[in-house]
């Protein structure tokens, strides 16, 4: 794997921090079933303008998996 990635929308982010992006999502679908773009933005402190670009990124690693306006947790996002 490379040192970083390219996130549509956002541009290259760091490989430590999409490792720490899996490290919360995987925290907050051990206690919840779903995920608001608000909540996303909350929990990464990002802005609306790189949260959603993130969400879809998510959505295509498999870590979530959107169902109308909210994300599920992913088949490749290990639980607990």
Known sequence: EGYATLVSGVGWVAQENTVELK??????????????????????SLTRKRAIPFLEWCDEQRWTRRRGNLRMRGDKLISG
């Open 23 to 44: 490290s919360i999502l995987q925290t907050w679908f051990e206690s919840n079933e779903q995920i608001s773009p608000s909540d996303f933005k909350a929990i990464t």
